[in-house]
């Protein structure tokens, strides 16, 4: 899977989870600033992340993970 694939299957999880145009998703955005986010909203989405791609994202590299960009690279740095 590209990069491009997984931002836009990113974008439309976000857009979905936190109901807000797809259009407007970047990947400087923010979870926190930009969409609001919060602790459960975090823990919630990451769940999804790791639903959506087959993966394990551990608590330590979750909290890291702050805007839209860093889940993208992310997720294409641990594709299976």
Known sequence: MTEQEIFDKIVALIADKFEVDASTITKETSFT???DAD???LVEFVLELEEEFDAEIPDDDAEKITTVG???DYIAAHQK
Request: no cysteine; proline share 0%; aromatic share 0%.
């Open 33 to 35: 600033k930009d969409l």
């Open 70 to 72: 860093e889940a993208t």
């Open 39 to 41: 602790s459960i909203d």
